[in-house]
């Protein structure tokens, strides 16, 4: 089975307020042009949450820290 990565242990690893990264990935998941892996990988009603080593990951780490 794959490792999970939740937004919760992201956050902490960012030192980021999980609100805040709540409201940036929201931004840019609206933006599928900019953002298409992390659109992809966006299902509704389901918590955040990427498979370790995804391109999702390495775009919501880098859409997170900005």
């Known amino acids: 089975m794959s490792d999970i990565i939740t937004l919760k242990a992201l956050c902490e690893e960012l030192k980021i307020d999980p609100r805040e990264a709540r409201e940036r990935l ?3 998941v609206s933006d599928a042009k900019a ?3 992390l659109a992809k990988a966006r299902k509704p009603r389901t918590p955040w949450q990427w498979v370790k080593g995804s391109k999702a990951l390495e ?3 880098s859409v997170i820290s900005q």
């Open 35 to 37: 953002n298409p892996e």
């Open 59 to 61: 775009s919501a780490k």
């Open 26 to 28: 929201r931004a840019a």
